[in-house]
């Protein structure tokens, strides 16, 4: 059965201090994974997809990179703003189903 | 503008009741998805339908139904028959099975 860890569950972090979020995955031939951003009572908001490993996309304070097991989410001198949810996603080849991980709940502290 | 629109955004329901949450998108994707998300958990999904007339069961789809008959809509039926429905309930679209999923502002349902 395809499975989508992530980790920490929570992690709480003083503002400007750097760190990084888990996801890691056992699906057969990955075809695609995914980063969102949740805040509470909101529906999911898309971040980054990577489809191969060595892949790595940026946007403003955070990068998320690839490899043939596991996606980090790095965030850089996160800000307050910056608290929330943060879910991954994977889809497997040749089905249109898309399984997410139970999330890590980022706190940034001023 | 383009998106998803779940409705109600709030609903509450009696034990033994079916209820019906909608969920529709104008932005022409092909794939609709039903995710279930309990408080502190991530997204559970429930039913998902690569094109109309076409559906899946996820991997909670007990005590749930689903229709698709037209590309825009995909509402979910919450039978008397889940045992446990006070949930957020969360719909998805895409336009292909590769691409990333767009979400609506989600539906949270009560059993009163």
């Known amino acids: 059965e395809d499975q989508v860890t992530q980790s920490p569950e929570a992690l709480r972090l003083q503002e400007g201090e750097s760190s990084s979020l888990n996801c890691s995955y056992t699906v057969s031939g990955l075809r695609g994974l995914f980063w969102y951003r949740q805040d509470p009572g909101k529906g999911p908001e898309f971040l980054f997809t990577?489809?191969?490993a060595g892949e790595e996309k940026e946007k403003e304070r955070l990068k998320a990179t690839l490899t043939k097991k596991e996606s980090f989410l790095h965030i850089t001198a996160p800000k307050p703003e910056d608290s929330a949810t943060y879910l991954c996603a994977v889809q497997v080849p040749n089905d249109y189903k898309l399984s997410f991980g139970a999330g890590t709940t980022v706190t940034v502290r001023a | 503008d383009g998106g998803i629109t779940q409705s109600p955004k709030y609903l509450f329901r009696k034990e033994g009741q079916n209820v019906t949450l909608s969920c529709e998108q104008n932005?022409?994707?092909?794939?609709m998805y039903w995710y279930r998300q309990d408080p502190g958990q991530g997204l559970r999904l429930i039913y998902y339908?690569?094109?109309?007339?076409?559906?899946q069961k996820g991997d909670i789809a007990e005590g749930y139904s689903v229709s698709r008959e037209k590309k825009e809509s995909f509402p979910l039926t919450v039978t008397s028959a889940q045992k446990n429905p006070t949930a957020f309930y969360l719909c998805a679209s895409r336009d292909r099975g590769w691409t990333e999923a767009f979400f609506g502002q989600g539906t949270r349902l009560t059993v009163v």
């Open positions: 339908s690569q094109i109309v007339n076409d559906f």
């Open positions: 990577l489809y191969s």
């Open positions: 932005l022409n994707h092909d794939a």
